[in-house]
């Protein structure tokens, strides 16, 4: 019975943040799992800043989860894919980004690191300007 859970289990394992300021992108959880009767799954996303931020968003396969694993592995066609590939998210505010299994449908557990790039998108004050 437990194998019917785990058929297609997929772990995002430790969303990654590339910030250039703290705490400025908030996930409601930093593992996410899509059980095999899943193909989809849609989590939001905060800016708690006080400036509109762009959020460029990546993915790729590992070996496993933890210090000891979570080498690249490189695959020929693509099992994961997000959307959308950029995101603006305006001060304080939220939206949703979505991770699409398209891989095999077998027993096989299988991990994914997906990485997010935070981009703050600040105005230079008028004087400034060119």
């Given at each position: 019975?437990?194998?019917?859970?785990?058929?297609?289990?997929?772990?995002?394992?430790?969303?990654?943040?590339?910030?250039?300021?703290?705490?400025?992108?908030?996930?409601?959880?930093?593992?996410?799992?899509?059980?095999?009767?899943?193909?989809?799954?849609?989590?939001?996303?905060?800016?708690?800043t006080?400036?509109?931020?762009?959020?460029?968003?990546?993915?790729?396969?590992?070996?496993?989860?933890?210090p000891?694993?979570?080498?690249?592995?490189?695959?020929?066609?693509?099992?994961?894919?997000?959307?959308?590939?950029?995101?603006?998210?305006e001060?304080?505010?939220?939206?949703?980004?979505?991770?699409?299994?398209?891989?095999?449908?077998?027993?096989?557990?299988?991990?994914?690191?997906?990485?997010?790039?935070?981009?703050?998108?600040?105005?230079?004050?008028?004087?400034?300007?060119?």
């Amino acid at each position: 019975m437990m194998m019917n859970l785990i058929k297609r289990t997929v772990l995002l394992v430790c969303l990654s943040v590339i910030s250039h300021s703290a705490l400025a992108i908030y996930f409601s959880s930093f593992i996410y799992e899509m059980m095999s009767d899943e193909d989809f799954i849609a989590k939001p996303i905060r800016n708690d800043t006080k400036n509109l931020s762009m959020y460029q968003i990546s993915s790729f396969k590992i070996d496993k989860p933890g210090p000891s694993g979570e080498k690249k592995i490189y695959v020929k066609d693509r099992e994961l894919i997000h959307t959308p590939l950029e995101l603006k998210i305006e001060p304080n505010s939220s939206n949703f980004f979505k991770i699409l299994y398209i891989g095999p449908k077998d027993n096989q557990e299988r991990y994914y690191r997906v990485v997010f790039l935070e981009t703050p998108l600040v105005i230079p004050p008028k004087n400034n300007r060119i």
